[in-house]
């Protein structure tokens, strides 16, 4: 009660002193904070992506914003920071203990930078499986996953005094033509796919939104009156502001729900706003301050101050020893015949000879590019990372227990190859492949895969790593012994790698995309993607009906399903009961080590509510010993029982027989792999 009472106070407190620094602020003053000062204009010497300059006769220090998503981008100091794993990564680990720890750390390095203003996290539900920014974003093909894990990310990034932002808003699902393409997507689908992990992010109290380069349903997404403000500010009730994103404004939209233009001011400017309605300059001028007021950022100390500054090394053991954690719990296993994972404590001690195969392993790809690059202070490669592991010394030492054969993998090196294969106590094939911002994947195939197979054939054991920025095609799957995924990993990722063989982590990632068995397994027609004329139209017929529960509602078998993900123990669902809305999952560890497992709960809606999908509606990531038994309670709020009306503008309890299935993914097609409740919603 005091507890709610002192943040009410504050709350009115904040409002208040935003009221009063906009009420000080001369007209010229105020349209200041609407548009950016250019990038790279603060220091001068210096870089931050975006900038509006201080107002120093009333206190208010300049808004530094800088990417990105995965960590501080300093291109002017490359090395400074830690290149953290992406927000697919996130997604992988199914934990929010994860996300809150990425948020921390992350928050904590722009801080010391001198920002105040994180570009991120990306929240985009990932709709085509090719498009090339899937790797920032934290929330995979299913919004309840990036709903469930955003808040983390938010509260702890925002605790170090510095604003998080939600981005791209919206729809913003395709890379090809995203400058001038239309997302065209009703609203009911809006609302239910894709505007989960934003509202999340809203209730989390994020500060900060970026509207996207796209246009929705034929209107820039920066002027566009139906998602800013109809939607966002409207019935999702966010309070703080929208930026742009850089050189996505068109015009001066400040009467459509724009708050700032970023990076410049070429039409959020005084010649074009100074006649428009004062109360809404205030009001976007209010919400851009509010937010900076809220998390204590124009309240830092000058003690604090003198240690925050653009030029500071902010990475550290810490962080490096944070992002191989993260790392670590991101690797999903997908395959692990014979148990040939975990190698085992011992494996170093005896004597072994192992192979690895791939230039991955010697120069690795860690994070995908355009402005969510970072540039790690280091890198260790698996290669150097296994060789100073054999040797029992510290990094850089030698061992011939480790050959590399990667570097070319090209049809003359086969026979070197197949001999060094079959001389091996095991083998490991590295492969990769990129994407970046600005564009789609040509294919989902992996860089240099043609081989892995034929060479695999003469492994005594063979574990394949895969590095990839979204799905990847696995043709080899049948022919290598194990596989781990371990997306865009960061900057730690060999000691990740070597965390998860050895077995001092057991892997508990799973996939938060489904990883299909052919190229648009999916069959998106051009209409869909990349859209037709020239992408101009790219209109979302599918609905819902996209990653797993597309290949529900067809029927058919992707390589690898959403929430799918191994473990070196095996995990049995017990029993489940309902109760109201109320489901208690009983599990047991029926294997021999300690490991997390991943219940995962999908409903269907009764028939008259229209959403014959499966659903994800909640999930958990419980950590269970070998032998023990635990219950896992899932209480489903009204919210996840509803369905938006287009009518009323809320969401409204769809009432009738639902049935609920408890699984570890969405692969349903085994035996036992899920129980069935019938749940009746009132
Ligand atoms: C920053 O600090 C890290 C950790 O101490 C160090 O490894 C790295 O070399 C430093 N970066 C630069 C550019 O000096
Ligand atoms: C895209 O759709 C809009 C609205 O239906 C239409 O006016 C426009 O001509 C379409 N663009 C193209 C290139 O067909």
Known sequence: MKLLLASALLAA?????????????????????????????????????????????LDIPALLYNDGPQGFRDDARPGTT?????????????????AALWGDKMGKEFFDKGANVMLGPGLNVARVPVNGRNFEYMSGEDPVLGATLVPHVIEKAQAHKILANAKHW??????????????????????????????AAIDAGVGSFMCSYNKINHVYSCENPETLLTDLKGNMGFEGYVMSDWGATHSPSLMEGLDQEMADSDFMNFDNLKDMPIENIDASVKRILKPFIDVGAFDITENEQADRSIYNNVTNDEHF????????????????????????ADFWNSDINVAMFGTQAASPAIGGQGSGRVDAAWTPSPLDTFKARAAGGDYGADSDKVSYYGDPMSDDDIAEMKDAAEAADVCFFWLSTMSGEGGDRDSLSLDNDVHV???????????VVVTTPGAALLPWSDAVDAILVNFMPGCASAFATMDVVLGDVN???????????????????????????????????????????FYHQHQENPNFFFGEGLSYTTFDLIKATVSGQSIKVGLKNSGKATGSAVPQLYLQMPEECDEPLWMLKKFAKVSIDAGEETIVEFDLTDRDLSIWDVDNDVFEKCTGDATVRISFSANFND??????KELTIV
């Open 321 to 344: 020893q944070a992002a191989r954690t993260i790392a670590a719990n991101s690797h999903v296993l997908l395959k692990n015949d014979n148990d040939v994972l975990p190698l085992g």
């Open 13 to 57: 407190v904040t409002a208040d002193r935003a009221d009063d620094l906009v009420s000080s602020m001369t007209l010229e003053e105020k349209i200041s904070y609407l548009g950016g000062r250019g990038m790279g204009t603060y220091p001068e010497d210096g870089w931050y992506v975006g900038t509006v300059y201080a107002l120093d006769r």
């Open 453 to 463: 197979a034929s060479v695999a054939e003469h492994c005594k054991k063979s574990v």
């Open 82 to 98: 830690t290149a953290f794993p992406s927000g697919l990564n996130i997604a992988a680990t199914w934990d929010t203990e994860m």
């Open 170 to 199: 919206v729809n913003n699902n395709q890379e090809t033509n995203r400058g001038s393409m239309s997302s065209n997507v009703d609203e009911r689908t809006r609302y239910e796919m894709y505007y989960p992990p934003f509202q």
């Open 671 to 676: 035996d036992g792999s899920y129980i069935e």
């Open 507 to 549: 892997p508990s990632g799973k996939l938060p995309i489904t990883f299909p068995a052919t190229e648009n397994q999916e069959g998106f027609t051009e209409i869909q993607y990349p859209g037709l004329d020239d992408a101009e139209n790219v209109t979302y017929t599918e609905g819902w009906s996209f990653g797993y529960r």
